[in-house]
Structure formats: C-alpha cells, structure tokens
C-alpha cells in the first residue's frame, strides 16, 4: 500500500495552524511513517506541485492572485481540508470586508498603490469545495490527530459541531458567565478546544466559530441583562471568526459602530503623524 | 441492626458513649476530621465540598479545613455567587454545580477496546476502574438522585457494570440542609430537605457540631468508630429546628405542581411556549450535564494511527444538540423547541413511565446553571399549568350610603361637543367625596326634574359629565354656556368594584352613551396600568359621528390596552369594522378564566354581550353592567327604580349578573 501524499499550504494567515502539526511531538513520528509528506514549506525544503491525496489549507483568500490559486490547487488533491480559523471563517483579517479597504491599506502601507489585495478577505469554502474544516485559532493538536487518524484508518472523524459548553462540564469547570458574570460566547460556540478558556477563568471567544443551532440573538440578550452593553457584545463577536455566517451581523454591528465613531476610521494624515514622530 | 452501647474511652477527654443506632449521636465540629479519617480507612477516597473558582465544588477532600467553613452562596436564575455564611458553620450552602454523580457516573469511561492482529480480531470490555470512595456532605435532593439513577443504571432489565462497581462501594454520609437557595424546590418534588434513607450516616449541622443519624449497618460500624455521644434534646432540637426552616425557606419558594404533571405535558406537545423558549434556549447543554440524574451519553472512538487498536468510550452527552438526534439523513430534533421538549418532557413526563419516578429531583441546577436563566419551573407553569382552583364568588361591596342633601350650586367650567347630540361638560366639583368609578350625580336646573347623569371623569376640583340630549331636561343642559351654574348632588350609588379588579383581566364593552361611566375606571387602569393583567375594550357606536372620546383611543392604546371598535351602520369613509359590538368577540382571542367584564350600553347590548362572554366561560359573577332605571331621589327613597330587590339608584347602578339573577333581561321588570 502506498504511502498517502500529504500537502499544507498557506494563503493569508500566520502560519500558527500549520506548525500545530509540527508541534505533535507524540505523533509526529508515527504520522510521517504513515504519509509521505511531499509540500510543507515550514517543514522541509522538499517541493511538489502535486498531486496530493490530502491537501492541508491554512489561511484566507486576501488577493486576486490566491483566488486563483486555491482553484488550482483543488484541482491537483484528491481530499482538501482547511485549518484553522482563517480558512474556515476568513479570520481576523475578515473584519474588512465590512471596514474601508482602502483607508486602512493607506494606513498601514507608505505606498498603498504597489499592494495588490483584495476588499474581502473570505474562507477557502466559498471559492472551492473543502472535504472538512477544522476550526479554531489555532486548530487543536487532538483534532488534527483525530482527523488524520480517522482518514487513515477510513472512519468519519469525530469532529462534534455540539457547543464548548458540553467539553466545559465534562471536564467539571465551573461556569464563568453563571459564577463571575464573565462574558463567555461558548453556548454559541463550536467545540473542539478543550474549553481552553474557561479553565483559566476566561470567557471563550469564539475561535472556532459558530456552533450548529447558534442562538446569537438569544445569548446577547443574555450577557445584556448581566451588564454589558450591547456595543460590548457585538464588539466581543468581532474577532477571529467575526465574518462566519452565524456572526456576521453581529460582529457587523460592531464595525458599524467604529465607523459611525465611536472609534475613529484610520487616516493617511495618522500615519504621516507617526512617521513625523519617527 | 444491634443497638450498640459499649462504653470507650479516649486520653484527655471524658468516658464518650457510643449511642444506640437509634438514637441521634451528637459529632463536636472540631471531631469532623476523625470522620475523614474514619472515611479514609482501606484507602477510600473522601470526595466533599470545597471552594473552587468561585463555587463551592466536589473534589476530594483530604482534611475538614478544606470543607467550605463560613461560606454560603446566593442563587438566582443563571447566577451564582459566593458570600460570607454564618459563623462557625460548615455547611451553610446548599447544592453547587456538581454532584456525587460525577462519581458515580463520570465524564468519560472506557467501556471496551477493539484489537485487530493477524490472529484475529478481539473484543475486550473494559473493567470498571473503580477505587473505593466515600461521599461527605451530600444532600437530600443528591440522595434521591443517586436513587432515580440507580433506578435507570442499576434497577433496569440491563444494569450498567460501571456505575455498579462505582455505586456498591461508595459510603454516603449525608447532611441535611438548613439553609435553601431560591433555584430549590426540593419540598414541591418530595425530596428534601430531611433526608429520610440512602445514606449511610446522616448529619445535621448544629451551631456546636452535629447531630448524627444511622441510616445502614455500615453506619453503624462508621459511628462505632466516632467520637460521638449521644445528642442532647436540645441538640436534637436545634438540628430539627434547622431542617425546618430550610423547609420553610423551600416551600416559599416557586415549586412545580406535580399532581397529574405527566399526563398533563404530554397533552401540551403542541404548546406554542416551546418555539418562545427556543428563543432564549442556546441549547447549550449546561442544564443536562449539572442535572444530577441526566444519564444520556455518547460514544467516542480512541483509534491509534495504524488502526490496530481502538478504544471505545462512553462520555456524557445532552439531548440539546443536533447530534444527539442524528442519523446518516440528518436529525430529528432540527429546531431547538424540539430538543428543550425532548429534555421537559422527558424530565416530568416520560421519565416516570420509564422508571416509575421523575427525572428530576428540585435541586435546581438547571436554573442556577442556565447561562440565560431559564427557570423550569417558569415554564413548566406555563405549558403545562395546573388545573386551577375554582375561582372564589366576585362579590361586590355594598354601596356607601349617601347623603340626603339636596342640590349645590356647580358652576360650568367648560363645554364640548363631542357629537352632534352630546356634550361633555367640566363641572366645578361641589364640596362633597370625589365619585368612584361608576358612581352618578342628579343634575338640575330650575323648573326641570333633577336627572341621574354618570359621571365621566373626575378631576381633583372638578368632574366631567357626559350628556346626551335624550329628553328636554338634557336636552337644556347640553345648551347652557361655559359660566351657567346647575345643580348638583352626590356622588350616589355603587360604581365598579374596582377593588376586586386589581390583577385580573379585564374586558369592557360600551354600546354608545355607555362609554360615558365606564370612562373613570378605563382611567384608573390606564393611571395604574402594572396593577392590571390584560385589558381590551370593545367599542361600539351606531355610526362613525356618534363614536366617543375619539381622541382618547390612542393613549389607552399606547398604554398596552387593547381597543377595538364597530359601528352599526357606516359610509364609504368608514374603514374599521360594521356590526354589532358582540361580533367584536369573533375576532379576540380566548377570554381567560378570572377575566371581569364592565359592560355598559342599551340593555338589549347587554343581555347580548351577557350570552357571548358566558358562552366564553365568564361566570355570572364575574360580568358587571350598570343600568339604567327611573330615578327621582338618587337614594332609595322614592320608588321608581326598584328592580326586584334592589333599588338601582342606591344598590347599583353596578350589579353583577349574579345579584341580579333571572330579573336581569326579563321582560317587564
């Protein structure tokens, strides 16, 4: 039987997702035994074009150029899988598509008219079809384990779309939201992280997006009536899955609110400020 | 069970007398670690309550400084919060977010490995791993927990090897609560507080220590052991008074009304309350997995890389998501109404065909946990209400007498048409007691019969009298300018038992003039709308022009009352409804029990509308009309009014269906 040929690649985002898989310490071995992993710019200088049985896509598509690309790509794996929450939700950089593309970009580059990128930063699934999708900022080691182990074995993963309220109880947290009044998005939130947060007394923020059967309206309502103000809710769905279906018009609110000034639009004459500090 | 009394003694301290299993023992607190350590003998684990990440949590406890000495807690729907407790007490809280069945019933188990080689294929079931343990602190309501699952887990035609090798071996010392949280409602499900069997030993927290009960043989070998003396009567007295007023505390709280609540839930699967949960419920799951007898799960796969070996285990899983429901076509319980159906109305209804009890023991978790604060009892109420108690008799009080007085001077202070043949005028009020609602005055003007006129509203100096000019004497009265003093007396008769309205329902119905006395109580509601349930009136006129305080509906309106009106006859400009006022019922809602209706209009409208809200379900005495008879004195003197029994004049004008009985409607009265 032959070895199954692995890719990853990457297209806008940190490269945070991939290196989870390099950060397998336990099973790195065993899984490198088992595939032949022949494109993995973080991992070896080794190159191929494909084809590839099991293409792992980090990242977003942010320019015209990978939009094009990720096309390609599909054509030459045989199974494509994204990871983490950039491929899956379009990730933080998302948060443009409902900002000023062109403001920002003349905010941050001293030479806007040489960056070529596009308005929207989306998911892979909405240019190409993807075979499964794990979710969070970064991925979880035990999912990408469980996922590859289920593809080699030929099962369906276990990857549960059930909120990360039910991993938080099993694992006998105490509710953040119910003892502290701590905001926590995980009854709207897709399981998967271990219910990470919450063991350190935080409130989950919504890396993996959208669980099945989110109920948005009802949980802002919810953290309303304990405090926050709505502004705060919607602020806190604006993160690193803000543009996933389930959020967006939450986490739109927010971005409507920084434009209408509640926090000012970045200008050109900002960054001339700062380069006149420099 | 044989009393034992033998005699011991330990260093330092007097001859300590072991009681008879009988008798209540009495445990001083700072002896609490010598039944830890009692408890820990064959290398059982302690499992108690602690203080952990702002709750008073399970975990095993080594010695009593870490129980959660001074602590109590306060619970409210979807919050919890420490505080301090009572001094020197140890057990001042009730029940936090986990419960023994974490134990007994954990998280996740192994339940069987899968192992393929070249020889073959094997099964292996997994072997309970289960250590000793012995719980500390569990309460009433955990007790009947453990025994509902036990009923489901070990009880059933398929006992679960796990949970019985977790169950058998664990000692339960109990201690019953005298305190109780808001989310409790153990005394409604007939759990608690006391704590009656299944535990081994059982405490009750004393300002000095506790009082201590045997429950099993094995309590009686753990006491043995103890340095204990037998409780003093007013020990045993103060532990009783404790429980009791935790029992108090409960039983003031909202409970669930457990007569026929199976059978009744199951009639209300069609509830429209589900789909208006579904829209606070996340589904989120947390009411499932703090739920001390939710025993659903799921099973995971452990596989290794080569798919030589795989591990199969069980976890805890809740009805509240999709996949819980799911098969390879896709779910059955898609809509979140459906999944917190699944979980009431397996809890309350379902669970005690299955198992003979309910699934839920009033320990309140489910409240307290809910992210958003659903209160099952809230719902439960709602969806499936208890019959109600038969409402008691309306009565109305009877009337203030009036004064004899005759006529004071009132002077005009305004004038308004408010239709082609009635005006409403200000009137300045005469010193006499303000009108109640319903109440009338005589009116007169010299050379005319004093005429009875209600009074339409009424004003800190003045009041509003609204006339049609039906006759010369109202017809003169509608004439006369701003400035013309008449005479006045009163306020006469019996108005609208306003009283005995508050928190109810109210339907009023006015047919033309009638609107005229009903307008001061519409203005009560609307002054003090929170003390109201749900108030529509219906209005009818015979035309458009002959409509009422038109310019008022929009207040009563904004004011959350429902209006709703009808004209007998009308022209094209006429855009709202035609037709009798009682064809108005056609398109309401149910009128709900209790509901009181104020009715005022021609009598014909009234033994109309009268027939629609019986047929409804209003009894007769809870409709009220007001009529309309001759009357010279205004107070039961003269004779003309006299209906039946009654003088309208002085009894009513007010009367409800009741009093007036067959008199009401017949011809000729």
């Keep these: 039987m032959s070895r199954p040929r692995l890719g990853v690649v990457k297209f806008a985002s940190c490269d945070g997702c991939q290196l989870t898989l390099l950060d397998l310490e336990d099973e790195l071995l065993a899984i490198t035994d088992r595939v032949d992993v022949v494109e993995f710019p973080e991992a070896t200088s080794a190159r191929s074009k494909g084809p590839y049985d099991l293409l792992l896509v980090e990242g977003s598509v942010s320019t015209p150029e990978q939009a094009e690309e990720i096309v390609e790509l599909r054509r030459r794996s045989a199974k494509l899988v994204t990871i983490g929450a950039c491929a899956t939700a379009g990730g933080i950089q998302a948060l443009r598509n409902v900002a000023h593309h062109d403001s920002w970009r003349a905010a941050v580059y001293p030479e806007p008219a040489w960056i070529e990128s596009l308005s929207t930063a989306t998911p892979i699934a909405e240019h190409v079809t993807v075979d499964a999708e794990l979710r969070g900022c970064p991925i979880a080691p035990g999912q990408l384990v469980e996922f590859l182990t289920a593809t080699l074995v030929g099962r369906r993963p276990q990857l549960p779309d059930e909120a990360v309220c039910l991993e938080c109880k099993r694992a006998g947290r105490v509710c953040v939201v119910v003892a502290s009044g701590e905001p926590c998005l995980g009854p709207v939130t897709r399981t998967g992280c271990g219910a990470l947060c919450p063991a350190f007394a935080r409130g989950c923020y919504a890396c993996f997006g959208p669980r099945e059967s989110a109920n948005v309206a009802g949980l802002r309502r919810g953290l309303v009536a304990d405090g926050m103000t709505a502004a705060e809710v919607d602020e806190r769905f604006a993160g690193f899955t803000a543009m996933a279906p389930a959020f967006a018009a939450t986490a739109s609110k927010a971005a409507a609110a920084y434009r209408e000034g509640t926090v000012a639009e970045p200008t050109t004459d900002r960054v001339e400020v700062d380069d006149a500090r420099r | ?366 409240v307290t946990w809910c992210p958003v604060g659903i209160d099952v009892r809230e719902e439960l109420a709602v969806i499936a209400p208890p019959p109600r108690p038969s409402l008691p008799i309306l009565s109305i009080p009877a009337p203030v007498p009036a004064d004899g007085a005759w006529l004071r001077s009132a002077r005009i202070l305004g004038s308004h048409r408010e239709t082609s043949d009635t005006v409403t005028l200000t009137m300045a009020w005469i010193d006499a007691p303000h009108p109640r609602p319903g109440q009338f005055v005589m009116v007169g003007l010299p050379s005319f019969p004093a005429a009875p006129i209600s009074v339409s509203r009424v004003h800190d100096t003045s009041i509003e009298l609204t006339i049609r000019a039906a006759g010369p004497a109202t017809a003169a009265l509608t004439a006369l300018p701003t400035g013309s003093e008449i005479g006045l007396r009163g306020p006469l008769g019996r108005g609208w038992p306003v009283d005995r309205m508050y928190g109810r329902d109210v339907v009023i119905v006015a047919g033309g003039i009638g609107l005229a006395p009903l307008r001061p109580l519409i203005d009560t509601i609307v002054d003090d709308r929170l003390q109201f349930g749900a108030v529509r009136i219906f209005l009818g006129a015979r035309t458009p022009r002959d409509r009422l305080f038109t310019s008022e509906l929009s207040a009563w309106t904004e004011a959350g009352l429902l209006v709703d009106e009808t004209v007998d006859r009308a022209g094209a400009d006429w855009l709202g409804r035609v037709g009798v006022v009682t064809h108005l019922f056609d398109h309401s809602e149910r009128i709900p029990e209790g509901t009181i209706a104020a009715v005022c209009g021609p009598e014909r409208m009234m033994e109309a509308t009268a027939d629609v809200l019986r047929s409804r379900g209003l009894t007769d005495d809870r409709i009220l009309i007001t009529l309309e008879r001759h009357m010279d004195c205004g107070v039961g003197l003269c004779g003309h009014c006299q209906l039946g029994r009654f003088f309208v004049c002085r009894d009513g004008p007010v009367f409800s269906l009741a009093e007036l009985g067959d008199t009401f409607g017949r011809e000729g009265r």
């Design chain 2, 1 to 366: 069970m044989t009393p034992s009394a033998s005699m011991t003694s330990t260093a330092g301290s007097a001859a300590i007398t072991t009681p008879s299993a009988a008798e209540p023992a009495f445990l001083e607190r700072h002896d609490l670690d010598a039944l830890i350590g009692a408890l820990q003998a064959g290398d059982r684990r302690v499992i108690g309550p602690t203080v952990r990440d702002g709750a008073v949590i399970l975990d095993e406890i080594t010695t009593a400084a870490e129980l959660p000495a001074g602590v109590r807690e306060t619970q409210a729907p979807g919050r919890y919060r420490l505080e301090e407790g009572r001094k020197g007490r140890t057990f001042d809280f009730t029940v936090g977010p986990m419960s023994p069945k974490r134990w007994t019933f954990p998280a996740r188990v192994p339940i069987g490995t899968a192992r393929r080689e070249a020889a073959g294929t094997t099964f292996t079931a997994a072997t309970p791993d289960a250590p000793p343990l012995a719980f500390l602190g569990v309460r009433a309501c955990e007790l009947a927990a453990l025994d509902v699952q036990d009923r489901v887990l070990l009880r059933g035609p398929v006992a679960d090897q796990d949970y019985a090798a977790r169950r058998r071996s664990a000692i339960v010392v109990a201690i019953e609560c005298t305190t109780a949280a808001s989310t409790c409602f153990c005394a409604s499900m007939g759990t608690g507080p006391e704590v009656r069997d299944g535990a081994d030993l059982v405490l009750t927290e004393t300002q000095a220590g506790f009082v201590v009960r045997v429950g099993s043989d094995r309590g009686t070998r753990l006491l043995e052991g103890l340095p204990v003396r037998p409780a003093t009567e007013a020990e045993r007295d103060e532990a009783s008074v404790g429980v009791a007023e935790a029992r108090s505390a409960v039983r003031a709280n909202v409970g669930v009304a457990t007569t026929g609540l199976p059978v009744r839930l199951e009639a209300a699967l069609d509830h429209s309350r589900w789909a208006e949960v579904a829209e606070r419920c996340l589904t989120c799951g947390n009411c499932t997995l703090v739920c001390p007898t939710c025993f659903c799960t799921s099973v995971e796969q452990v596989s290794d890389l080569d798919g030589v070996e795989s591990t199969t285990q069980r976890a805890w899983d809740s009805c509240f998501s999709a996949g819980f429901a799911a098969v390879a076509g896709g779910t059955f319980r898609s809509r979140p109404q459906d999944r917190y159906r699944q979980w009431l109305t397996h809890k309350f209804s379902t669970w005690v065909e299955q198992f003979g009890t309910f699934g839920c023991v009033g320990c309140g978790r489910c």
